[in-house]
């Protein structure tokens, strides 16, 4: 099977980012100069798989950054919902016709590069309907009670944690979550409800750094990732 080639992008933008505690939507704040949203736009804006991409957004619109129109490639904005999963439904509303594949992105985790998208991409074959980055858990893992004592040690043997972005055929990705919705099933993971509706999803190693901006020190420590990143300019190195 030929690589995909015809992908839109859905960037999930309408939650209220209430853990990192700053009174405002966390996708709007700055990172590194320009709202957190900009990062994963412009990795998506950039792919050449990826032709079209829709923005689900807070419906009030409230701080949503201008800079957003700069990108060629935005072809919707979708109001979002109360939930994730609702906020997904809503964008799926404004695929395009002509859109086999869709890969789903959390701006909140503004950390993601393009070899990642290549690889999610390039494992998207006749084996599976959706194709999802995931890390090995290397922590031992204990269940803790809410009065903070250890009550039971969990097996991690083949427990492996998920990121976005996630890539999924269109007909297994609106099916699936039509059926979670009329089983009242609210899922935080679009692979959730593929597997519980009998797809195949196919996992490859994701990466560390693409962590979710989630509690409030970890603005700085994406900032820190960026910055790991930039390339010095030729010859100015001493
Ligand atoms: N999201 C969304 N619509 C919602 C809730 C979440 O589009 N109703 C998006 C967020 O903007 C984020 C992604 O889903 O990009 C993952 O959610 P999460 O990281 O939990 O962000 P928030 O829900 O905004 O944060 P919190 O749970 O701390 O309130
Ligand atoms: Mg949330």
């Given at each position: ?37 900009i ?32 990108f ?38 503004p ?33 803790v009670?809410t ?42 993971d ?49």
């Amino acid at each position: 099977m030929s690589p995909v080639s015809t992908v839109t992008a859905v960037l999930l933008a309408a939650g209220s980012g209430e853990r990192v505690g700053s009174g405002s939507p966390k996708q709007f704040l700055p990172l590194a100069g320009e709202p957190m949203v900009i990062h994963s736009l412009r990795t998506l804006d950039a792919c050449p798989a990826v032709d079209s991409i829709v923005i689900a957004l807070p419906f009030d619109r409230s701080g949503w950054p201008r800079e957003m129109e700069g990108f060629a490639k935005v072809a919707a904005y979708a109001d979002g919902g109360p939930t994730r999963q609702n906020s997904l439904a809503r964008a799926l509303e404004h695929l395009p016709e002509d859109a086999p594949v869709v890969m789903v992105h959390d701006a909140s985790r503004p950390l993601l590069t393009g070899q990642l998208l290549r690889s999610l991409l390039g494992a998207l074959d006749d084996s599976c309907d959706g194709v999802i980055p995931a890390i090995p858990l290397e922590d031992t893992i204990k269940r803790v009670s809410t009065g903070m004592f250890v009550t039971e040690q969990l097996d991690r043997n083949g427990v492996w944690r998920v990121q976005t972005p996630q890539i999924f055929r269109r007909e297994a990705l609106v099916d699936a979550l039509t059926r979670a919705i009329e089983a009242g099933l609210e899922a935080t993971d679009c692979s959730h409800m593929l597997t519980l509706g009998g797809y195949r999803v196919k996992v490859v190693p994701g990466d560390p750094q693409n962590f979710k901006v989630t509690r409030p020190g970890d603005l700085a420590w994406a900032e820190a990732v960026l910055a790991s990143r930039t390339v010095p300019p030729a010859g100015g190195r001493l």
